[in-house]
T-cell receptor
Framework: DMKVTQMPRYLIKRMGENVLLECGQD?????MYWYRQDPGLGLQLIYI???????SEGDIPKGYRVSRKKREHFSLILDSAKTNQTSVYFC??????????FGEGSRLIVV | GQQVQQSPASLVLQEGENAELQCNFS?????MQWFYQRPGGSLVSLFY???GTKHSGRLTSTTVIKERRSSLHISSSQTTDSGTYLC???????????FGEGTKLTVSS
């Protein structure tokens, strides 16, 4: 059905708590991405995954880690969330860097 | 400096007018994509256009690699075209897309 699904869509966490954002796709795309979007900064790449256990840092990886144990799932983990990680997080997938398909976004507020 | 610059930052049109959105880049290009984003919404791919001209309904995308620019033309704009248009380029085959900050389009009736 060509869909990228993100969970949860909305999340409020206290500073120092752990955060798990999950992303799934049903297109067997080998490449998956995590971006964050902030006003005035646009979309910034956090991590890219080229396939299972083949992950690479993007432009702003500090404070984040990722996990890709199955091709269809890509998780973003924040160990000890900080207030400056309040943002909207987008997952995307593509076939060999071609057209990107985005999820609906996960809005995270860290208080 | 920024590798991808979009102009204008914002644009207000009356329904029926045409729009020309620009994306200029300062790095090598492996691919160029255009996306549409509704306020508070996700991004939807409009074009994957590494070079040349592509059409889709009222939309036309033109990428000229030698001039390091890509444009998105919207003809006969409608109120439902309102939103933010983003271009993104992939330099050098890494699959890591770099996004511009977008053009916010408002079409009023």
């Amino acid at each position: 059905d060509m869909k990228v699904t993100q969970m949860p869509r909305y999340l409020i966490k206290r500073m120092g708590e752990n955060v798990l954002l999950e992303c799934g796709q049903d297109m067997s795309h080998e490449t998956m991405y995590w971006y964050r979007q902030d006003p005035g900064l646009g979309l910034q790449l956090i991590y890219i995954s080229y396939d299972v256990d083949s992950n690479s840092e993007g432009d702003i990886p500090k404070g984040y880690r990722v996990s890709r144990k199955k091709r269809e799932h890509f998780s973003l983990i924040l160990d000890s969330a900080k207030t400056n990680q309040t943002s909207v997080y987008f997952c995307a997938s593509s076939l060999q860097g071609n057209t990107l398909y985005f999820g609906e976004g996960s809005r995270l507020i860290v208080v | 400096g920024q590798q991808v610059q979009q102009s204008p930052a914002s644009l207000v049109l009356q329904e029926g007018e045409n729009a020309e959105l620009q994306c200029n880049f300062s790095t090598s290009l492996n691919s160029m994509q255009w996306f549409y984003q509704r306020p508070g919404g996700s991004l939807v791919s409009l074009f994957y256009n590494p070079s040349g001209t592509k059409h889709s309904g009222r939309l036309t995308s033109t990428t000229v690699i030698k001039e390091r620019r890509s444009s998105l033309h919207i003809s006969s704009s409608q109120t439902t075209d309102s939103g933010t248009y983003l271009c993104a380029l992939e330099p050098g085959g890494s699959a890591k897309l770099i996004f511009g900050e977008g053009t916010k389009l408002t079409v009023s009736s």
